[in-house]
């Protein structure tokens, strides 16, 4: 059965690289009937955060894809020194007790004796008894890879979306399995939880494509024959950088969509197409669609830009997505959605829902478009209330009509039509000239829903009292 991973570490909020990379990981076990699993990559603990984690659970759950197991990787320390044990025991890696270079990197601490930066010559070359010796009297040591000297060999692999993939071993460093204060590197633990977890396929960002041929060695020194591998292109900035959350801030935080009124799916749809697409070049699909056409010969090997830019967080095709689904959405789920963002109940957003639909493309929008049903509208020009072909006077008079035949009026959307549509007829001016100071009146703006609707909502009470205020307002003017 195909086992693949989601590895995220809990050092900062769910960056929309890695929920992509979550993205097709699901729909790649889903398709092929898979397991789905998280494992959160927390041995950094220096760096590891709870707001972090939190950050990445909040994220995933709003993304609503439900995964199969869940793993922490700092549960599974003794795991991970057992396969270095085992690797070291085989010979195929060393300790290397040159003292740590301090503030250095790794490869400064195998540079400190020689100043060779593939290995520490010194330290490979102890015999095993010596260095069994120096350990059991307490000196510390990494534990680290020994990678072919000798004779050069190739490491190579077939990577599913960038092919075949081999470098020397004359290029690879020996590299650290276990640090002094005897915790697993990323390389190991990764590869170690890998092991252990049957990880069949590897779905993971490309700038992890370097880091694999290490892996491989990992994993054939472990045992173990390596999973296929599918590295996907990074995400960029319009300006072609890697998308960094110290660069770019929240426009690269999941959770910064989801705030801004992004539906889950949505956002999913439009992750999917940032380096990948179907063979028909389909935009707008369904999550059962994305799974039944996903696979790697779809994935594009040039990085992907999300286009933003200072004034604009958002991709407009993000955008476009998200008004595309608002669009679809009965009624009822699409209220469901838009109650976080407003002040009123269920049931009258239930009423107002069908008016804006068509007028939203972010759930935010609502807070915007639909301002004046939850309070009075905001203050206005009263030059506002005069029709484009017309004048105060007929203005004043629309309104003051209005006042007079919305008492009797039944206050549905047919009613309220043939009240003020016969009034137009009695004034003897087009109905457009009379609904259009009637509309800024309730709503402080010529552009709103339709007006009849609106009116309706809104109810009589309210209505006669903001015609009355406007009408005073032309009265002032």
């Known amino acids: 059965m195909i086992r693949v991973r989601f590895a995220p570490s809990p050092t900062g909020y769910l960056h929309i690289g890695s929920a992509r990379t979550f993205i097709f990981n699901w729909l790649y076990a889903r398709r092929n009937g898979g397991t789905m699993i998280l494992r959160i990559d927390d041995t950094d603990l220096e760096r590891n955060t709870e707001e972090s984690l939190n950050s990445i659970f909040e994220g995933l759950k709003w993304l609503d894809l439900p995964w199969d197991e869940q793993y922490r990787q700092s549960e599974r320390l003794a795991l991970h020194k057992e396969i270095a044990n085992s690797i070291l025991a085989k010979g195929l890696a060393y300790r290397d007790f040159t003292p740590p270079n301090v503030g250095g990197s790794e490869k400064d601490d195998a540079q400190h004796a020689s100043g060779a930066w593939l290995c ?6 102890i015999p095993r008894e ?5 350990a059991a009297a307490g000196e ?3 534990v680290r890879y020994r990678v072919p000297r000798d004779i050069a060999e190739d490491v190579t692999f077939t990577d599913a979306v960038y092919g075949e993939q081999t470098k020397s071993t004359a290029d690879i460093e020996d590299f650290a399995l276990l640090r002094s204060d005897g915790t697993p590197t990323y390389h190991l633990a990764s590869c170690a939880d890998d092991i252990d977890l049957r990880i069949t396929h590897i779905v993971r960002g490309q700038d992890h494509l370097t880091n694999t041929f290490k892996h491989v060695l990992i994993f054939k020194a472990a045992g173990g024959a390596p999973p296929q591998f599918a590295h996907l292109p990074l995400l960029v900035a319009p300006n072609g950088a890697k998308l960094s959350k110290r660069i770019h801030g929240p426009v690269v935080s999941v959770t910064t969509y989801r705030d801004a009124g992004f539906l889950p799916h949505a956002f999913m749809n439009f992750l999917c197409l940032l380096g990948w697409s179907p063979k028909n070049d389909r935009e707008v699909m369904t999550r059962d669609e994305l799974t039944q056409l996903f696979s790697f010969e779809g994935v594009n090997r040039s990085n992907a830009v999300v286009n933003f830019t200072e004034e604009d967080p958002f991709d407009a095709k993000a955008v476009w997505l998200n008004a ?5 959405m009965s009624v009822e ?15 009258k957003m239930l009423r107002i829902t069908p008016l804006i639909q068509e007028r939203i493309r972010l759930l935010r929008d609502v807070a915007e478009v639909a301002d004046f049903f939850f309070a009075d509208p905001k203050p206005y020009d009263p030059a506002e209330l005069i029709p484009k072909k017309g004048d105060a006077a007929m203005a004043a008079r629309s309104l003051a009509k209005a006042l007079e035949v919305l008492p009797a009026a039944e206050f549905t959307h047919d009613g309220l039509e043939s ?12 109905a457009g000239q009379m609904f259009e100071p009637i509309r800024v009146a309730v709503c402080g703006r010529k552009t709103a829903p339709p007006l009849f609707g609106t009116l309706e909502v809104l109810g009589k009470e309210t209505c006669l009292t903001r015609i009355a205020q406007a009408l005073a307002k032309l009265e002032i003017k």
């Open 333 to 347: 789920d699409l209220t469901a959605a838009l109650m976080p963002f407003v002040p009123v109940d269920h049931a």
């Open 130 to 134: 010596e260095s069994d010796r120096r």
């Open 140 to 142: 510390k040591f990494v």
């Open 419 to 430: 009240a003020l549509r016969g009034a137009s007829v009695e004034l003897g001016i087009k």
């Open 120 to 125: 520490n010559p010194g330290q490979r070359e």
């Open 324 to 328: 595309e689904l608002i669009r679809t």
